[in-house]
């Protein structure tokens, strides 16, 4: 279901394998989640996220990302954040290298074997023992493919937002008519991309296992230490 390729061999390790095949890892095993433009070359920008393992098998891989995980992320060399710089150059300016906190109150992020979309479920209030869900986010995304311990995936822009009652939206859709504009995607794949939001949404309505009560209720094991990613020192902090 993916539809960016990676396109060069530097894009994914020699190796990779689809998510769902063996050997998986343990729960509390450590577990990095790659995002990589189409072509990415080494030395390019890129999203690395150190996770804990939640559960990894056939049907996919469940993983924590903990709250003051530090990440590799991606500025511009103005020092801007992505998310910061204009619409009408989200694409077009150089990207570099940077690292930053992930400042949540954590993330359980779900990507099933072979979609084209993970889930990620957000919570409000984790201050007691009965943490508030804020509802499901589903990132468009090319289906995974990984290593032992990293999986590997490029970004499609819209995504879709699901609240706690069930109410949907999409999300970032001038964001999608952009990248069109600015040549990071072209028509037929943003077309593409649309259809494989109706298939997320699809997916939720019939209550398939990302979407699952048990997520909801899931808490992670409090023996769990924040997992560290290597080669942050040659990073620019922000």
Same mark, same amino acid.
Do not use: C
């Given at each position: 279901m993916s539809i960016l390729p990676h396109s060069t061999p530097a894009a994914v390790p020699d190796g990779v394998r689809p998510m769902g095949e063996a050997p998986f890892l343990d729960p509390g095993d450590q577990i990095s989640w790659h995002?990589?433009?189409?072509?990415?070359?080494?030395?390019?920008?890129?999203?690395?996220?150190?996770?804990?393992?939640?559960?990894?098998?056939?049907?996919?891989?469940?993983?924590?990302?903990?709250? $003051?995980t530090l990440q590799e992320g991606q500025g511009t060399p103005a020092g801007e954040r992505i998310r910061t710089v204009p619409?009408?150059?989200?694409w077009l300016d150089p990207r570099t290298r940077i690292v930053e906190e992930w400042w949540g109150n954590g993330i359980l992020?779900?990507?099933?074997?072979?979609?084209?979309?993970?889930?990620?479920?957000?919570?409000?209030?984790?201050?007691?023992?009965?943490?508030?869900?804020? $509802?499901?986010?589903?990132?468009?995304?090319?289906?995974?493919?990984?290593t032992d311990?990293?999986?590997?995936?490029?970004?499609?822009?819209?995504?879709?937002?699901?609240?706690p009652d069930g109410r949907v939206h999409l999300k970032d859709e001038d964001e999608l008519i952009a990248a069109v504009e600015?040549?990071?995607?072209?028509?037929?794949?943003?077309?593409?991309?649309?259809?494989?939001?109706?298939a997320a949404i699809a997916s939720y309505r019939d209550g398939d296992w990302p979407?699952?009560?048990?997520?909801?209720?899931?808490r992670p094991d409090p023996s769990w230490t924040v997992p560290e990613l290597t080669g942050l020192s040659d990073l620019r902090a922000r």
């Amino acid at each position: 279901m993916s539809i960016l390729p990676h396109s060069t061999p530097a894009a994914v390790p020699d190796g990779v394998r689809p998510m769902g095949e063996a050997p998986f890892l343990d729960p509390g095993d450590q577990i990095s989640w790659h995002y990589r433009k189409p072509g990415w070359q080494p030395g390019d920008a890129s999203t690395i996220t150190p996770m804990r393992v939640v559960r990894d098998d056939e049907r996919g891989l469940v993983a924590w990302l903990a709250p $003051g995980t530090l990440q590799e992320g991606q500025g511009t060399p103005a020092g801007e954040r992505i998310r910061t710089v204009p619409l009408e150059r989200r694409w077009l300016d150089p990207r570099t290298r940077i690292v930053e906190e992930w400042w949540g109150n954590g993330i359980l992020r779900i990507a099933p074997a072979g979609a084209a979309w993970s889930v990620w479920l957000f919570w409000s209030d984790v201050s007691g023992a009965e943490w508030q869900f804020a $509802g499901w986010y589903v990132n468009l995304e090319n289906a995974h493919l990984r290593t032992d311990r990293d999986t590997y995936s490029s970004d499609h822009i819209l995504d879709v937002e699901i609240e706690p009652d069930g109410r949907v939206h999409l999300k970032d859709e001038d964001e999608l008519i952009a990248a069109v504009e600015q040549g990071r995607l072209t028509s037929e794949q943003a077309a593409q991309i649309e259809r494989h939001a109706d298939a997320a949404i699809a997916s939720y309505r019939d209550g398939d296992w990302p979407f699952a009560a048990e997520w909801r209720d899931w808490r992670p094991d409090p023996s769990w230490t924040v997992p560290e990613l290597t080669g942050l020192s040659d990073l620019r902090a922000r």
